[in-house]
């Protein structure tokens, strides 16, 4: 699955996203991307983003394991 939308929470610690009220771990294989589409490392993704961003995350198989993560601008 495939989901666009403003960050509601999200935990550098755990290594977790909310959006939608669906909550997606990253650890693990995820790719994270800026606005640019330039490859960013989760620690970068994770000291830059806010509650409010808009944010997309890919779920090949729907596991609730993030494939990638990626900074959206509209």
């Known amino acids: 699955c495939e989901v666009k939308a403003s960050v509601e929470s999200f935990d550098a610690g755990s290594g977790t996203i909310t959006l939608l009220g669906l909550t997606f771990m990253t650890n ?42 990626e900074f959206e601008n509209d």
């Open 28 to 69: 693990g294989t995820a790719s994270f991307e800026d606005v640019n589409d330039m490859s960013i490392s989760s620690n970068t993704f994770f000291s830059q983003v806010m509650v409010g961003d808009l944010v997309e995350i890919k779920d090949a198989n729907g596991d609730g394991f993030a494939d990638q993560v």
